[in-house]
């Protein structure tokens, strides 16, 4: 199970990257528990991501906690 309702392709030709739901899950992860570095190491270590992912995660995180005050 990947937690997407039936009706939501996944993997094959859909164009979807596994990577990206790894970060999407990565940065709802930092959003809750972050900001700090030792989130931010925990992130890494937890889902295994490369300094690029978690450039990405950051900057994903960050997005969705200024979404979440608005």
Do not use: K
Not at 16 to 41: C, M, S
Not at 51 to 64: N, S, Y
Request: hydrophobic share 40%.
């Amino acid at each position: 199970m990947n937690g997407l309702p039936s009706c939501v392709p996944v993997g094959g030709t859909t164009g979807l990257d596994h990577e990206y739901t790894d970060i999407d899950d990565a940065a709802r992860w930092l959003a809750v528990n972050g900001p700090g570095q030792a989130a931010v190491n925990e992130v890494r270590v937890r889902f295994g991501l490369a300094a690029r992912q978690l450039g990405e995660v950051c900057a994903e995180a960050g997005r969705i906690r200024r979404e979440a005050r608005s």
